[in-house]
């Protein structure tokens, strides 16, 4: 009857109350869930409407392919700022090609580029990777990941003359590089040049002449 049908119902709650409350292998203070922070989002469409090209540097960098964060819940996982960032392309974890990932590290040891000339050198690599803009994720668990700790990178960032802290969006602060030193790797053009070369053709004379203009 109904009151079978309710005590059912009741009996069923009780016993899947842990997939309801996210407690099926954790407590309700360490739930088994994800929640990705609010800031993510909004971080991300703040770079997007800056409508500016090229590629965001997630700080500090760990060069495997797993993250840490001190979320409400906790996270401990595949690193996944590539799919929470769609404004621009993303680096935030190593190529797995040795030439990139020993250049990559020079992020993670960047602090320990005290001389003016070091910062110049710095300075090339954030433009051999295009990077327009840093977030600096302060919610990253670094002593889990062995990386340097945020706080240590933000005040580097902010000695740098060519980078300027843009905006702070909940733990994420995000960084610009100023417009003289940002590296554009493909560079555009309205005069071009044309050349054409073969067994009766030959325009080298025309470079000689229009030195200003690239060729294609």
């Known amino acids: 009857g109904l009151k079978s049908r309710k005590r059912k119902i009741i009996i069923f709650g009780i016993y899947h109350w842990p997939f309801w409350t996210g407690t099926l292998f954790g407590t309700l203070e360490k739930r088994n869930f994800v929640e990705t922070p609010s800031y993510y989002e909004q971080a991300n469409l703040w770079?997007?409407?800056?409508?500016?090209?090229?590629?965001?540097?997630?700080?500090?960098?760990?060069?495997?392919?797993?993250?840490?964060?001190?979320?409400?819940?906790?996270?401990?996982?595949a690193e996944s700022n590539a799919i929470f960032f769609t404004s621009n392309p993303s680096i935030s974890m190593g190529f797995y090609l040795s030439y990139l990932d020993d250049a990559l590290q020079g992020f993670d040891l960047m602090t320990s580029f005290g001389q003016i000339e070091y910062r110049q050198y710095l300075k090339e690599l954030f433009r051999a990777f295009n990077v327009r803009f840093i977030v600096l994720?302060?919610?990253?668990?670094?002593?889990?990941?062995?990386?340097?700790?945020?706080?240590?990178?933000?005040?580097?960032?902010?000695?740098?003359?060519?980078?300027?802290?843009?905006?702070?969006?909940?733990?994420?602060?995000?960084?610009?590089?100023?417009?003289?030193?940002?590296?554009?790797?493909?560079y555009l053009s309205s005069n071009f040049n044309y050349a054409l070369f073969g067994k009766n053709y030959n325009s080298w004379f025309w470079f000689l002449k229009s030195s200003s203009y690239p060729f294609l």
């Open 137 to 186: 994720h302060n919610d990253i668990n670094w002593q889990a990941l062995d990386v340097q700790s945020p706080e240590k990178i933000g005040k580097f960032l902010d000695s740098l003359p060519f980078f300027k802290k843009q905006k702070e969006i909940g733990a994420l602060t995000i960084y610009e590089i100023d417009e003289s030193s940002y590296l554009n790797k493909i």
């Open 47 to 77: 770079i997007k409407n800056e409508k500016k090209d090229g590629n965001i540097l997630h700080l500090p960098l760990t060069l495997t392919e797993s993250s840490i964060y001190r979320w409400q819940y906790g996270y401990s996982g």
